[in-house]
């Protein structure tokens, strides 16, 4: 669990540092230097909509959004999770945005097409104590994205 934080402590000051050296004094430069590389591909997204919920419960279930519809993909935090994307181009992960503890991502539709989120979870313990013996976990969900 401290590694995790550790982790997470140290990817923030490595953002924070990369701001400071390569934005404006702006502290919102960075998302919008990366808003406007969305609006160039087509996506803009909505910030006043609440984005669509995913949960352990919706595994090996399809989602059907509209094109720039946003979904959460809110797992928990018992497990340390990574998430692949098959079509990165019909969904992607929006990375600028703060998300809560038990919380894996907000996820934009900037295109039209089908894509698969595979989530794998592996147990957030020490290593050597029983629990850490247990196997990863593996949940799909399937979005598929309309005009």
Same mark, same amino acid.
């Given at each position: 669990? &401290?590694?995790? *934080?550790?982790f997470?402590?140290? =990817?923030? $000051?490595?953002?924070i =540092?990369l701001?400071?050296?390569?934005?404006?004094?702006?502290?919102?430069? $960075?998302?919008i230097?990366? +808003?406007?590389?969305?609006?160039?591909? !087509? $996506?803009?997204?909505?910030? @006043?909509?609440?984005?669509?919920?995913?949960? +352990?419960? @919706?595994n090996?279930?399809?989602?059907? =959004? *509209?094109?720039?519809?946003?979904?959460?993909?809110?797992l928990? @935090?018992?497990?340390?999770?990574?998430? $692949?994307?098959?079509?990165?181009?019909? &969904? #992607?992960?929006?990375?600028? &945005? +703060?998300i809560?503890?038990? #919380?894996?991502?907000?996820?934009?539709?900037?295109?039209i !097409? @089908?894509?698969?989120?595979?989530? %794998?979870?592996?147990?957030?313990?020490?290593?050597?104590f #029983?629990?850490?013996?247990?196997?990863?976990v593996?949940?799909?969900? *399937? %979005?598929?994205?309309?005009?």
């Amino acid at each position: 669990m &401290v590694k995790r *934080h550790f982790f997470r402590i140290s =990817l923030t $000051f490595l953002v924070i =540092l990369l701001c400071v050296t390569n934005c404006t004094a702006d502290v919102g430069a $960075f998302a919008i230097i990366q +808003l406007k590389g969305r609006e160039q591909n !087509g $996506f803009s997204p909505a910030p @006043n909509e609440a984005p669509i919920i995913l949960t +352990l419960e @919706n595994n090996r279930q399809t989602m059907i =959004l *509209h094109k720039g519809e946003n979904i959460e993909l809110i797992l928990g @935090n018992s497990y340390f999770w990574v998430v $692949f994307i098959d079509q990165p181009e019909v &969904v #992607s992960r929006i990375w600028n &945005v +703060l998300i809560p503890d038990n #919380s894996q991502g907000i996820y934009a539709s900037p295109a039209i !097409g @089908n894509a698969s989120l595979t989530a %794998v979870g592996t147990p957030t313990c020490d290593p050597g104590f #029983s629990d850490c013996n247990q196997p990863p976990v593996y949940y799909v969900f *399937h %979005v598929k994205v309309i005009p």
